[in-house]
């Protein structure tokens, strides 16, 4: 969301006695209420020029850092590092072939440079160097008192649950000072609380008695979150900033007759401890409330589904009753994806759904390592298990909500050894090939289907097969082709029995991508005998973070004339296309290919994830909605720092081989780029996508292990912008 074209000037700006001094064009964002301070660059600036920003009570000569921010997009602001960030908000920032243009500095004055609401104070910003340059001075006088701030959280309702006395007793939360001396909470004091794994706290809520509409903002402890909800809603956001004093645009609403509700975390090991450091709420009109909906309004022309996974959400959620699967549910809805792709498990391993075919998932198991834990344990998806049902209560959710949803298996990882490993695969090694069953054995194709059968009888509104990330569980064209034939014989019996058609779905390795040869999808459209398509949906896919970039238009050409459809992947976890610039690149261009719509894989981790994030797929549904988000982004992007952005690694210690190390561009035009890997061109791109190397297997190794440095040049008019980075391959 950028608000740069929402400005408005509330206050004067006085110009006082410095030879150098500029004059200074000064405007408060009306959203953020972050100060814009727009000032020119001498034009023999170096082409990485540091400034030092800093304010001083008025007259006082007392200065102070500054907590500031060159003006960047979305993107960039996604991709900064913690480093970059720490500079930042010490009041150190860096332009880049910026000189003789005009720059603008965002300057956050809350809470030091804030009293009572009010701004007034001097700010400088010099240019460092053998001979430092003040640029600008200026007196800043701006009126912030109309914005609402909670941060003193012994108001809450629930009083006897916080103390305030510096002590920390068991069971209670704690308004009081961090034990990190670098957390650059407001006022020096916070919300923090922490409990027995087991035992949360109780919920917190507090009553602003605001009326209108409201911007709302919310800052925490760097990394150390809190779950909110207004009291008016059906579920809850995770909310946390990356970093000291980073505040988070949550939402906008109407906050009549609504109060703030916050929960402890929990994750893969039980409740976590909770933090909040203030939640801020801005007052917009009407008018303005009307312009932020504006980039989600539009026709929705295109056909998105989303995968979801009740096993990863259960993994670091606490399932008792079974109305807890209508939050996720709604999440989708609210984001615009009416087909839900529900994950019931892969052939092999223990289902986490209520079958009576196969053994289900209901005590403890492992999952992906998390940071320090190569092998975390939990107990929550069992507990799920033992409490829920999974399809015949997200069916009746789904209905209510006006969702499609479709009964999701993997084929298949049988996760041997594992407390995943279910009684089918270990009862009958022999139908195994490495980890994953083989489906050439009749057995294995009867054991699949009859799944799906349960799965259709319990109300699932079609059904899905997953052949990727595990494409092992395939050796031929014709085993698949026999399954998806057989697969489609059954949903026609369920059809012709409701009176309506149920969908078949294959997400299947694309162009690229290994094992993809054993996928006939063209068969799959147009089947031999000239019936119906065994699959409705196509959906090509990459396999962990490459080959994300898979053409559509074999796919397209495939099911031309026929009433199947192509719904091409993106994948969303944290390897896939960062959010929202290189990922609504990719989605703008499979339009423009005539993709119908997308096919997000794990969508719940951007669906219920950061704000951001969420309002980005909001878009995906209309064609009209992204045009305009990227004629905008054309629009502003001259007016932003000139930056190149990479993502990191997904996991530490550096770049694996199954991932690329992306890159993005803000303040210039998307145009050429090269890399250089210590010296050496690895690849020159005429635009995105922007990676180093290749899409391709053969770059599983253009990082080798150990530390490098990566140069990258974007051209930049008559010469180029270039940024250097420390690297490490894993």
């Excluded at 994950?343 to 940071?371: A, C, H, N, W």
């Excluded at 054309?634 to 690694?649: D, E, F, Q, V, W």
Aim: aromatic fraction near 10%.
């Amino acid at each position: 969301m950028c608000f740069q074209n929402l400005k408005a000037i509330f206050f004067v700006v006085l110009m006082f006695g410095s030879a150098l001094a500029q004059e200074a064009d000064v405007s408060v964002d009306p959203v953020t209420r972050f100060i814009h301070i727009v000032y020119a660059v001498p034009a023999d600036a170096p082409d990485a020029a540091s400034l030092v920003c800093t304010w001083s009570p008025p007259d006082a000569g007392d200065w102070r850092p500054a907590k500031v921010m060159p003006l960047l997009s979305e993107t960039g602001l996604e991709l900064v590092s913690g480093e970059e960030w720490k500079e930042w908000i010490q009041g150190r920032i860096v332009e880049r072939r910026a000189a003789g243009l005009r720059r603008t500095l965002v300057f956050n004055p809350y809470p030091d440079a804030q009293i009572d609401g009010k701004v007034d104070i001097d700010l400088r910003i010099v240019l460092e160097g053998t001979n430092p340059k003040e640029l600008l001075r200026s007196r800043i006088l701006a009126d912030n008192s109309d914005v609402v701030y909670m941060e003193d959280w012994t108001g809450v309702l629930q009083k006897d649950f916080v103390v305030a006395d510096g002590s920390r007793p068991e069971g209670k939360w704690v308004y009081g000072a961090s034990d990190k001396p670098d957390s650059a909470i407001s006022g020096g004091r916070a919300l923090y609380g922490a409990s027995p794994s087991g035992m949360p706290l109780p919920q917190l809520s507090f009553m602003p008695g605001l009326k209108g509409h409201y911007a709302i903002f919310v800052c925490t402890p760097a990394s150390c979150g809190m779950k909110v909800r207004l009291t008016g809603d059906e579920r809850y956001d995770s909310l946390a900033s990356r970093f000291p004093a980073e505040e988070i645009l949550w939402r906008w609403t109407r906050m009549e007759h609504q109060g703030v509700v916050m929960r402890q975390p929990h994750h893969y090991t039980g409740y976590t401890p909770g933090a909040m450091d203030y939640i801020k709420f801005v007052p917009l009109s009407g008018e303005l409330a009307a312009k932020m909906d504006e980039p989600y309004v539009g026709v929705a022309d295109k056909r998105i589904a989303g995968y979801w996974e009740p096993y990863s959400w259960a993994f670091v959620e606490d399932i008792h009753e079974n109305l807890q699967h209508r939050e996720p549910l709604l999440a989708y809805q609210q984001a615009g994806i009416p087909l839900v792709d529900t994950q019931l498990g892969r052939f092999g391993m223990k289902s986490v759904y209520e079958t009576d075919l196969t053994d289900r998932l209901i005590y403890s198991t492992i999952g992906d390592p998390i940071g320090e834990v190569s092998q975390p344990k939990t107990d929550n998806v069992g507990r799920m298990q033992q409490f829920t049902t999974t399809v015949s209560t997200e069916v009746r959710y789904a209905r209510d909500l006006g969702l499609q949803w479709h009964a999701n298996f993997g084929a298949s990882n049988c996760y041997p050894g594992s407390p995943l490993q279910g009684d089918f695969s270990k009862n009958h090694p022999e139908w195994m090939r490495g980890s994953a069953l083989r489906f050439e054995a009749p057995e294995v194709r009867e054991y699949a289907l009859s799944l799906y059968r349960e799965s259709l009888e319990l109300g699932a509104m079609g059904v899905s097969i997953d052949f990727c990330r595990y494409p092992e569980t395939i050796d031929a064209v014709e085993t698949c082709n026999t399954f998806l034939q057989a697969l489609h014989a059954i949903t026609e019996e369920f059809g012709q029995a409701r009176g309506v058609h149920v969908p078949v779905l294959a997400r299947f390795p694309g162009t690229g991508v290994r094992r993809s040869e054993l996928f006939d999808y063209r068969t799959w459209a147009r089947p031999p005998d000239g019936s119906a398509p065994w699959v409705d949906y196509l959906c090509p896919s990459n396999i962990q973070g490459k080959q994300l970039d898979i053409d559509a238009a074999p796919y397209l050409a495939a099911v031309e004339g026929t009433p199947c459809q192509v719904l091409p992947c993106i994948d969303g976890l944290g390897w896939g296309l960062p959010m929202p610039g290189p990922f609504l690149w990719r989605v703008m261009r499979l339009y423009e290919a005539g993709a119908p719509g997308l096919y997000i894989y794990q969508a719940d981790a951007r669906v219920m994830g950061a704000p951001m994030h969420q309002r980005t797929m909001r878009l995906l549904s209309s064609s009209s909605a992204i045009r305009r988000w990227w004629d905008e982004d054309a629009r502003l992007r001259p007016l932003r720092s000139k930056r190149i952005s990479i993502t990191p690694p997904s996991e530490l210690p550096g770049y694996h081989g199954w991932e690329r190390l992306r890159v993005w561009v803000d303040g210039i035009a998307l145009g050429e780029m090269e890399t250089w890997l210590d010296g050496q061109l690895v690849n020159r791109m005429p635009g995105p996508p922007y990676l180093l190397g290749t899409e391709d297997d053969a770059s599983d190794k253009v990082i080798p292990s150990g530390d490098h440095t990566l140069k990258i040049r974007v051209k930049d008019g008559e010469g180029w912008l270039e940024q250097e980075f420390s690297i490490r391959g894993a």
